[in-house]
């Protein structure tokens, strides 16, 4: 039976459900002209939520439910960033949403939910505690994809994401029951003992496979990337920035726990299919980006080689390579909110702004825009002070420290060929002539004005000042 103190543990958690129930039933009983109070307070919920994670984070890490559940520094982290992703979702979402008659609770209760399954997810302390986190996170995502209920392409994306996502959700399962058969345990901390400990290894490397699989579809890794272009594309931009952003922190504590924390020692297996998992994942993506006329379709396929460049700080299954992965991925998680806010906030109701030809003469247009897209770009493309700069530094380093130096030289030379297509967006905004009938400026909501210029000016901030960031994100895996 669960103890007060297993419900302290996870007061976060049970605090979002029931707020997320009570923001459900107030949409319920709400005229649609009182809507807006509903996005306030979906931001106010997620707010006090940080602020929980935050104070009530013990010095040492605990554990709740018989270990199901472990409330750590890595989860915290994650949390957080999680958290003010979501928030930044939120904000940037509104007058997209009101512009196209999408402004429906359902949007604010579906991402909250979504949080929760992140939540558990990465504090999972179980497989089966990580199966069920995974579940309500790809639930909701599947029910906001398909958000748009006129739009064919949203209904198809959503389709599609499904078909491939139970499909991905089984081969894990799959995966964890071979592992399950081999060890006898579910408990990640016992799973770590028993691995070495087995009398059927070749079940245990077997399941390894698997789940693997499941890791590399839920980062959108190559070869298991086919629903994002089309998920990223079909979607309400409102919700392909959620999708690009938050889940991305989750997939990589969701590698943590199970690579990390639960076949750490089986690392001399999975380092290896973890490298092949980064080349392909930099070549598919930063070749076919090369191609893209459509915005949306370009940051997927630079979403597919950013996982690439995560995998390979993954790949020194050591502190260094996670704190440098867990460094990656939220600096990924900040540039994609920012890369995905713009977009959204030069579209207007009837004009998407999801063509790169869309940005031409954007510098005579809207100067400050240009200016916040090209910083946008330059941290995509890790050109330095930015953020993007050191998270690629930091995994490169991270490689060649584990004797993978031949996969750091790999990763340089796709950050190279990955330039040109950053750079192209950058060109059509100063260097071309606007398009007579496309008028493009940014949304005159001075919410989404504000948050997302401190957003993309904390791109540059971070990139200056990036060390105390990399030193939390090392301190929770000291030990």
């Given at each position: 039976?669960?103890?007060?103190n297993d419900?302290?543990?996870?007061l976060p958690?049970?605090?979002?459900?029931?707020?997320?129930?009570?923001?459900?039933?107030?949409?319920?009983?709400?005229?649609?002209?009182?809507?807006?109070?509903?996005?306030?307070?979906s931001i106010g919920?997620?707010?006090?939520?940080?602020?929980?994670v935050?104070?009530?984070?013990?010095?040492?890490?605990?554990?709740?439910?018989?270990?199901?559940?472990?409330r750590?520094?890595?989860?915290?982290?994650?949390?957080?960033?999680?958290?003010?992703s979501?928030?930044?979702?939120?904000?940037?979402?509104?007058?997209?949403?009101?512009?196209r008659?999408?402004?429906?609770?359902?949007?604010?209760?579906?991402?909250?939910?979504a949080?929760?399954?992140?939540?558990?997810?990465?504090?999972?302390?179980?497989?089966?505690?990580v199966?069920?986190?995974?579940e309500?996170?790809?639930?909701?995502?599947?029910?906001?994809?398909?958000?748009?209920?006129?739009?064919?392409?949203?209904?198809?994306?959503?389709?599609?994401?499904?078909?491939?996502?139970?499909?991905?959700?089984?081969?894990?399962?799959?995966?964890?029951?071979?592992?399950?058969?081999?060890?006898?345990?579910?408990?990640?901390?016992?799973?770590?003992?028993?691995?070495?400990?087995?009398?059927?290894?070749?079940?245990?490397?077997?399941?390894?496979?698997?789940?693997?699989?499941?890791?590399?579809?839920?980062?959108?890794?190559?070869p298991?990337?086919?629903?994002?272009?089309?998920?990223?594309?079909?979607?309400?931009?409102?919700?392909?920035?959620?999708?690009?952003?938050?889940?991305k922190?989750?997939?990589?504590?969701?590698?943590?726990?199970?690579?990390?924390?639960?076949?750490?020692?089986?690392?001399?297996?999975?380092?290896?299919?973890?490298?092949?998992?980064?080349?392909?994942?930099?070549?598919?993506?930063?070749?076919?980006?090369?191609?893209?006329s459509?915005?949306?379709?370009?940051?997927?396929?630079?979403?597919i080689?950013?996982?690439?460049?995560?995998l390979?700080?993954?790949?020194?299954?050591?502190?260094?390579?996670?704190?440098?992965?867990?460094?990656?991925?939220?600096?990924?998680?900040?540039?994609?909110?920012?890369?995905?806010?713009?977009?959204?906030?030069?579209?207007?109701?009837?004009f998407?702004c999801?063509?790169?030809?869309?940005?031409?003469?954007?510098?005579?247009?809207?100067?400050?825009?240009?200016?916040l897209?090209?910083?946008?770009?330059?941290?995509?493309?890790?050109?330095?002070?930015?953020f993007?700069?050191?998270?690629?530094?930091?995994?490169?380093?991270?490689?060649?420290?584990?004797?993978?130096?031949?996969?750091?030289?790999?990763?340089a030379?796709?950050?190279?060929?990955g330039?040109?297509?950053?750079l192209?967006?950058?060109?059509?905004?100063?260097?071309?002539?606007?398009?007579?009938?496309?008028e493009?400026?940014?949304?005159?909501?001075?919410?989404?004005?504000?948050?997302?210029?401190?957003?993309?000016?904390?791109?540059?901030?971070?990139?200056?000042?990036?060390?105390?960031?990399f030193?939390?994100?090392q301190?929770?895996?000291?030990?």
């Open positions: 039976m669960p103890n007060l419900i302290l543990i996870l958690e049970f605090y979002l459900v029931a707020a997320a129930c009570l923001l459900l039933l107030l949409d319920a009983f709400m005229k649609p002209e009182q809507r807006p109070m509903l996005h306030w307070l919920v997620l707010l006090v939520a940080i602020y929980l935050i104070t009530g984070q013990p010095s040492q890490p605990v554990s709740a439910f018989g270990g199901m559940f472990i750590d520094g890595v989860a915290e982290i994650l949390k957080v960033f999680a958290l003010l979501t928030v930044l979702v939120f904000v940037y979402a509104k007058p997209y949403l009101m512009d008659k999408l402004f429906v609770g359902e949007f604010y209760t579906l991402t909250i939910f949080v929760i399954g992140i939540m558990l997810l990465v504090s999972a302390g179980n497989l089966i505690m199966y069920l986190g995974l309500l996170l790809t639930l909701s995502s599947y029910a906001l994809v398909a958000l748009n209920r006129d739009s064919r392409l949203s209904s198809e994306a959503a389709i599609k994401y499904f078909v491939l996502g139970a499909l991905a959700s089984g081969m894990l399962l799959y995966g964890m029951s071979m592992v399950y058969g081999a060890t006898k345990t579910l408990d990640l901390s016992h799973l770590h003992m028993a691995a070495t400990q087995t009398a059927m290894p070749h079940l245990l490397v077997f399941g390894l496979i698997f789940m693997i699989v499941g890791i590399g579809f839920k980062l959108g890794a190559a298991f990337h086919m629903w994002i272009p089309d998920v990223y594309q079909g979607s309400p931009t409102a919700v392909t920035i959620f999708i690009g952003s938050a889940p922190l989750a997939a990589f504590g969701m590698a943590y726990r199970l690579l990390g924390t639960g076949l750490g020692d089986l690392a001399n297996h999975w380092q290896l299919m973890l490298a092949c998992l980064a080349v392909l994942s930099l070549a598919i993506g930063n070749i076919v980006a090369l191609v893209q459509n915005l949306k379709r370009l940051l997927a396929y630079s979403t080689s950013h996982m690439g460049y995560l390979v700080g993954l790949v020194n299954a050591g502190p260094e390579g996670y704190a440098a992965g867990l460094f990656y991925a939220i600096s990924y998680a900040l540039t994609g909110a920012a890369a995905f806010g713009v977009i959204l906030a030069l579209a207007r109701a009837g998407e999801e063509e790169i030809d869309d940005l031409k003469g954007l510098n005579q247009r809207s100067p400050w825009a240009a200016f897209m090209m910083l946008v770009m330059f941290s995509l493309a890790g050109v330095p002070p930015l993007g700069f050191f998270g690629k530094l930091l995994v490169f380093q991270a490689a060649i420290h584990a004797g993978f130096m031949w996969l750091a030289i790999v990763g030379v796709f950050a190279i060929i330039l040109y297509y950053y192209r967006v950058v060109k059509v905004m100063y260097f071309d002539k606007p398009v007579e009938g496309a493009v400026h940014l949304q005159k909501d001075m919410s989404v004005r504000l948050v997302l210029s401190l957003n993309v000016l904390a791109l540059l901030v971070l990139g200056i000042v990036w060390g105390p960031l030193g939390w994100c301190s929770v895996f000291v030990g």
